[in-house]
């Protein structure tokens, strides 16, 4: 008996510990919030349209599913589930949420799905969305955002689907997805996009379906949609360019379809999709092609749909249906005219029923004119063929009426034409020849947002010029003659936000001109001769995001010049004439998140070069500035948030070790001739610890020449403090025991936490 009494007692221990857990399981298990349904065998809980403010906290700790939609809660506060470690799926949808807060979501390690669909939200703060490292499920739709910052989705490294349409994103910037290293699929239809900086899809390596149909776009942004090389299928339906060619740079290795339907295409380059070589089928439906060459390139296309457009079956169009039949390619394309041949489809003609000049049937019935089509829009609208109840159209213009967008590019204009329908909302003047805009250019077109100047020898415009664009976004006046603009050139577009100017013949930026334009977003005034920038040069624009000075004459830019740019975002310097970093220039500039200067004769940084930056600055470009020298502090200020760094193609035979910057992505030293001594052995044990390719390459001593500067230990093996550091580094076998102590630390702590 005696011995058996230790046993009889620990078992009575053990009882009345474990005895407990079962009716308090079952309790928790029971309990669920009076305005909720609990099915606790699924683990579900809904709690719908029950208007409710915030978050019950009587819902059952072991729940998977919540569903939330339909009531009022208006802020998502930090850590609202952190009861809910288990939660798998979480529905907000139709909550009027206007503010997600930092942290919102912290603790839900599990969740794979959250919709946070059709509500309020105008922004994500930067940490919104930390915690859900495993979710694979985002919806976004339907809220009202306007900008996206880069970072925001950072946490967010298992996502395999971002649902961000319906929204009224205007622009997208660069590294806009950092972080999205799985994501598949990204949906960006039904917004308002007409800028994608060339970064913004960077750091996408797995998407393979991109949706960008019903945006703005008023040219194929090739350069954005090229860093995401793993594209199987692009949607750019609804969108308003004019035409698509090589020079675009769509560069898709992978890209099996390409939706361009229903766009506002007039005009096709042959080599436009050669750089896809792998594209099967190609959708270019309800455009304005009158015609359509044989397509270079793409040696697997099959399909190739074309209805809806109005495709002239001429003697022009022998070489498609040729090519056609030759490359075995599906056509759904029907002819529009000629009256002989109205309504049949191409692939049933032979090519002697396109009729050209000299054959014998078009001689015997007369070669009139079907055998080309009419140079102009057939029967343009405002002409004295027009049928009755077609809007109104300048002759040798074109007016859809379904896009609300006029053209009259390449017609040889010399003067802007007038009596465009008063609902257009694009108007495409490009490559004419009008040198002088006069007063009252463009009456009734209230609702105007996209108004393309380009290559129209423009010198000037008069006052008034603008008057009535009440509606005017985006304003194209590149590639003209300009070296000046008044304030009341511009005052009758009081809402303008895009402004571009590049390539004319500013010799200064035009600040008393642009103090007309308060909602200026961004402005683009590369490649000019604008020699400096001078205090009150952008003292209007205090709503400024994007400045592009880039392949200017730069050589100085004053204290104070940008000071009135508080929100400045983007700041493009680069090939310009600076021999120094304009460190005081950037001071009262807290919102930067991107500095270009890049292509400048630097040669040296000093220490604290981007101090006044230092807080808020994401994305560096020093590349190709004929650097020779960084000082030890050179960086310094520059914290956590830097994420891109790039000095390659510089003269850097060294550079100090940067610690301070543990948030960064991307790294690029390449094209220095780094010399591989041990003054350079911090930078070497930087970067080996750093999960990054660098392309750091030894240039110097002759034993160590084409080595990378992170992997040519040999080298440093014989510096000083080398062997101290790796002893350091190395666990041994004290390092071994010390993890087994943990983990065995680790494995109780969790066994006394479930008790």
């Known amino acids: 008996m005696v011995t058996k009494q230790p046993q009889s007692v620990s078992l009575v221990l053990l009882l009345s510990l474990l005895l407990p857990l079962g009716p308090t399981w079952h309790t928790a298990a029971q309990r669920c919030p009076q305005t909720c349904v609990c099915d606790n065998s699924r683990r579900h809980v809904a709690c719908r349209h029950q208007n409710l403010t915030e978050v019950p906290n009587a819902i059952p700790e072991m729940t998977q599913r919540l569903d939330l939609q339909g009531n009022m809660l208006k802020v998502i506060p930090p850590a609202a589930f952190q009861d809910l470690p288990y939660l798998t799926h979480l529905d907000l949808q139709h909550c009027?949420?206007?503010?997600?807060?930092?942290?919102?979501?912290?603790?839900?390690?599990?969740?794979?799905?959250?919709?946070?669909?059709?509500?309020?939200?105008?922004?994500?703060?930067?940490?919104?969305?930390?915690?859900?490292?495993?979710?694979?499920?985002?919806?976004?739709?339907?809220?009202?955002?306007?900008?996206?910052?880069?970072?925001?989705?950072?946490?967010?490294?298992?996502?395999?689907?971002?649902?961000?349409?319906?929204?009224?994103?205007?622009?997208?910037?660069?590294?806009?997805?950092?972080?999205?290293?799985?994501?598949?699929?990204?949906?960006?239809?039904?917004?308002?996009?007409?800028?994608?900086?060339?970064?913004?899809?960077?750091?996408?390596?797995?998407?393979?379906?991109?949706?960008?149909?019903?945006?703005?776009?008023?040219a194929l942004p090739g350069p954005a949609l090229s860093q995401a090389r793993s594209l199987a299928r692009l949607e750019l339906g609804?969108?308003?360019?004019?035409?698509?060619?090589?020079?675009?740079?769509?560069?898709?290795?992978?890209?099996?379809?390409?939706?361009?339907?229903?766009?506002?295409?007039?005009?096709?380059?042959?080599?436009?999709?050669?750089?896809c070589p792998r594209l099967h089928t190609l959708d270019l439906r309800g455009n304005q092609l009158d015609s359509v060459p044989p397509l270079q390139g793409p040696g697997q296309l099959r399909r190739l749909w074309l209805q809806g457009n109005p495709l002239w079956c001429g003697c022009q169009a022998r070489p498609l249906l040729e090519w056609l039949a030759r490359a075995r390619v599906r056509s759904d394309a029907a002819c529009r005219g000629p009256?002989?041949?109205?309504?049949?489809?191409?692939?049933?003609?032979?090519?002697?029923?396109?009729?050209?000049?000299?054959?014998?049937?078009?001689?015997?019935?007369?070669?009139?004119?079907?055998?080309?089509?009419?140079?102009?829009?057939r029967s343009p609208p405002g002409a004295p063929d027009t049928e009755e109840g077609v809007q109104p159209c300048p002759r040798l213009c074109m007016c859809a009426s379904e896009s609300r967008h006029s053209a009259c590019e390449g017609r040889g204009l010399r003067a802007v034409p007038r009596g465009f329908p008063n609902d257009t909302q694009l108007l495409d003047l490009r490559h004419n020849h009008f040198?002088?805009?006069?007063?009252?250019?463009?009456?009734?077109?209230?609702?105007?947002?996209?108004?393309?100047?380009q290559h129209c020898g423009i010198t000037g415009l008069e006052a008034g010029a603008l008057a009535g664009l009440r509606s005017l976004l985006y304003l194209y006046l590149s590639d003209n003659q300009l070296s000046g603009l008044s304030a009341a050139a511009l005052e009758g577009a009081p809402h303008l936000?895009?402004?571009?100017?590049?390539?004319?013949?500013?010799?200064r930026v035009p600040g008393a001109a642009l103090r007309a334009l308060p909602g200026l977003f961004s402005l683009h005034l590369q490649d000019n001769a604008v020699g400096r920038l001078a205090p009150g040069d952008l003292a209007g624009v205090q709503a400024l995001r994007w400045l592009y000075l880039s392949g200017n004459r730069l050589t100085h830019v004053s204290p104070g010049a940008l000071g009135s740019a508080r929100e400045l975002e983007k700041l493009h310097l680069d090939r310009n004439q600076l021999r120094e970093v304009p460190t005081t220039a950037l001071e009262g500039l807290p919102a930067v998140l991107e500095l270009q200067l890049s292509g400048n004769p630097l040669r040296t940084l000093p220490d604290g070069a981007f101090q006044p930056v230092g807080r808020s600055l994401q994305h560096l470009f020093?590349?190709?500035?004929?650097?020779?020298?960084?000082?030890?502090?050179?960086?310094?200020?520059?914290?956590?948030?830097?994420?891109?760094?790039?000095?390659?193609?510089?003269?850097?035979?060294?550079?100090?070790?940067?610690?301070?910057?543990?948030q960064l992505e991307l790294v690029d030293l390449r094209g220095n001739p780094f010399r591989c001594d041990c003054q350079l052995l911090p930078l070497h044990r930087w970067l080996?610890?750093?999960?990054?390719?660098?392309?750091?390459?030894?240039?110097?001593?002759?034993?160590?020449?084409?080595?990378?500067?992170?992997?040519?230990?040999?080298?440093?093996?014989?510096?000083?403090?080398?062997?101290?550091r790796k002893a350091k580094r190395t666990p041994g076998a004290r390092g071994a025991h010390m993890k087994g102590r943990r983990r065995r630390a680790d494995k109780v702590g969790r066994q006394r936490g479930r008790l």
């Open 622 to 662: 020093l590349n190709s500035s004929g650097l020779e020298q960084v000082a030890p502090g050179a960086f310094s200020g520059l914290g956590p948030r830097l994420q891109s760094l790039h000095l390659q193609k510089n003269q850097l035979q060294a550079l100090p070790a940067l610690p301070s910057l543990s």
């Open 339 to 377: 009256p002989r041949l109205r309504g049949e489809a191409l692939d049933a003609l032979r090519p002697s029923d396109l009729r050209c000049p000299g054959d014998a049937a078009a001689a015997e019935e007369g070669e009139g004119e079907e055998l080309a089509a009419p140079a102009g829009p």
């Open 96 to 218: 009027q949420v206007e503010l997600v807060a930092e942290g919102a979501f912290r603790g839900l390690g599990r969740l794979l799905f959250l919709n946070l669909a059709s509500n309020r939200l105008s922004a994500l703060p930067q940490e919104a969305l930390d915690g859900l490292g495993s979710l694979r499920r985002l919806e976004l739709e339907k809220n009202t955002l306007e900008e996206l910052r880069p970072g925001t989705f950072g946490a967010l490294g298992a996502l395999a689907t971002l649902n961000l349409a319906h929204n009224a994103l205007v622009y997208l910037p660069a590294m806009a997805f950092q972080g999205l290293m799985r994501t598949r699929w990204l949906r960006l239809a039904h917004n308002a996009l007409s800028v994608l900086a060339p970064e913004a899809l960077a750091g996408l390596p797995a998407l393979r379906r991109l949706s960008l149909h019903h945006n703005e776009l008023q």
């Open 688 to 724: 080996a610890g750093l999960n990054l390719h660098v392309g750091a390459t030894c240039a110097a001593p002759p034993s160590a020449h084409g080595q990378r500067v992170k992997a040519a230990t040999a080298v440093f093996e014989a510096c000083p403090g080398w062997a101290a």
């Open 497 to 507: 936000g895009y402004l571009y100017l590049e390539r004319n013949r500013f010799l």
């Open 435 to 453: 040198p002088v805009v006069p007063r009252e250019a463009f009456p009734g077109l209230g609702h105007l947002v996209s108004l393309h100047l």
């Open 238 to 275: 609804h969108n308003p360019f004019t035409y698509a060619g090589e020079e675009d740079g769509l560069t898709l290795p992978a890209l099996r379809e390409l939706m361009l339907d229903h766009g506002a295409l007039q005009a096709l380059d042959p080599r436009a999709f050669a750089h």
